[in-house]
């Protein structure tokens, strides 16, 4: 009987990209996957540690799998056990931790510490595994590291410096995942825009993985402003396979918020960038995140932050109440917010925000999409999402999973639109 693992993921898409590359790699050494929650010999908790909220959920989802399968090899891999490396000692619900340069090879550590419970994997492979995705689009990890050392995150000590994969490593990997099916795929990384091969910058890199012929859409995580904003602005307005949505992180319309929190801009360069791009970019798809609550944000610099948000054409927030994070500097700052205060904001925001996807995806009524094939239901209709990142619903019949289709938009709910599969003109 081959021996068991689940994985559990918390927080963003590089973690998801990482945990697709590790779970790979338990496969090709012989274990079967099976969903978190079900009883396994091995059970990875891939944590976050963003936030102290973050470090939490990872050390809660570990006590989770102890209570379902008390014999279950508990491993905490990633961020938290970068961060938390005191703690560890005395958690009885964690019975392993990994950091992030030996998280890769978890199935060889195994096999060393216990040879004759975990087998070894093969020697040699004779290709390189396909991560393992638990969505139809594939998360390519590009980069890593950050060292912006913004007051609140503690990314650059879980992390460290920025480091890039060699172009063509990238370019190996997409070729697999595209003769795997995929027709999607999503770059990610800490700190996106500062990859790095070389003379080969986010642009180049693009530009080399679009000559893919199979590959038919490249969509961007989140990406910084002040590293290749506008140079990826100009190259999407005219890319035939680069996604038009792009996720800009504000944290704060306020600016000196913004430099408490010490981010390299202000509050007008921002703008002038969203100026630009949607001028650049008809329809362009455009998210962010937004702080409230950071040490010292008086009233007034969450209206300027309300009014920012509002002036500016979003169709996605994220919106996230501040989180103390020991380590970090703004932790010790002086202002610290009340949690209702947070919250009254939080709220706020989210009501301006859900307003400005449903406007979005109302301008999109009567117009022809482009959508990745994500669900299919039992009656043949099927979800998905569009290129300017649209959940989408769509009628019709013969989906396929992974499947690219051309749909007319009918109508739109709450941010979301329900289209069919024909052209707009035959309506």
Known sequence: MKPTVSFKTLGCRLNQAETAAITACFTMAGYDTLPFGTPCDITIIHGCAITG??????????????????????????????????????????????????KFYIPEMLHRLHPERYPAPPASHPA???????????????????????????VPSARGSPISRPLSEIQEEIKRVVDAGFSEIILTGANLGRYQD??????????????????????????????????????????PKLCHF???????????ILAAMGRRYDSATYRATIDYAVNRIP?????????????????????????LVSALPFSNLHIFPYSR???????????QIPESKKQER??????????????????????????????????????????????????????????????????????????????????
């Open 53 to 102: 909220k973050a470090e939490h959920s990872s050390l809660y989802a570990a006590r989770q799998a102890k209570r379902i399968h008390p014999d279950t090899l508990v491993i905490l891999a990633g961020c938290p056990a970068e961060t938390l490396k005191e703690t560890f000692p005395g958690n009885t619900s964690v019975d392993l931790t990994i950091g992030q340069t030996k």
């Open 128 to 154: 390189q595994p396909i991560p393992q995705f638990d969505t139809q689009r594939a998360l390519i990890k590009v980069q890593d590291g950050c060292d912006f050392h913004c007051a609140y995150c503690i």
């Open 198 to 239: 070389g003379a080969c910058h986010l642009v180049d890199l693009i530009q080399n993985i679009e000559a893919i012929p199979a590959l038919k859409r490249i969509r961007l995580s989140s990406i910084e402003i002040t590293t290749t904003e506008r140079s990826i602005i100009d190259h999407m307005a005219t890319s």
């Open 246 to 256: 792009l996720h800009i992180p504000l944290q704060s319309g306020d600016d000196q």
């Open 283 to 307: 329809d362009l798809g455009l998210g962010t995140d937004i702080i409230v609550g950071f040490p010292g944000e008086a009233e007034q610099a969450f209206n300027n932050t309300v009014a």
């Open 325 to 335: 994070r020991s380590g970090t500097r703004a932790d010790t700052m002086a202002g």
């Open 346 to 427: 939080l709220q706020a925001l989210t009501l301006i925000g859900e307003t400005k996807r449903a406007i979005y995806a109302e301008s999109f009524i009567g117009k022809e999409v482009e959508v990745l094939i994500e669900r299919i239901e039992a009656a043949g209709n099927a979800h998905g999402w569009t290129g300017q990142y649209i959940q989408a619903h769509l009628s019709g019949s013969g989906f396929q999973p992974r499947q690219i289709v051309t749909a007319c938009v009918t109508s739109a709910t709450a941010g979301s639109i329900e289209a069919t599969v024909k052209s707009c003109d035959d309506r």
